[in-house]
């Protein structure tokens, strides 16, 4: 499943830096696909969706920061735990119950976003 950030958030920024796939964004900035990955343009994803990763894409949380779930890997193929979990100094990056997924589908996302 990806990681999602609780609203106990107290906007430290320590996450952000460690994710691997830029998928940790501050609360009310727009993110994009592009960003720390090998996407660029007209990009079709597996499942047959066509983004433009090069286009900002609206915000998820206006006050705390936020993990966009289609890039989170929980960094699968980079480190042997999630980096987000593994900084947070309040323990609020926990498992999205919303966005369960098998280590395959993690696994197969990072080889799509880096390879």
Sequence with gaps: MAITIT???INCGACEPECPNSAIYEG?????????TKLSGKTIFPDGTEVDA???????SDDVYYIVPGKCT???G?????QCKAV???????DDPE???SEEVLFSRQRFLHT
């Design 7 to 9: 609203d106990a958030c």
């Design 28 to 36: 009310a900035i727009d993110w994009r696909w592009q960003d720390k």
């Design 54 to 60: 090069n286009a900002y894409n609206q915000a998820i």
């Design 74 to 76: 929980e960094c699968k």
């Design 78 to 82: 980079f480190h042997e735990e999630p």
């Design 88 to 94: 947070c100094p309040v323990d609020c990056c926990v």
């Design 99 to 101: 966005h369960r997924e």
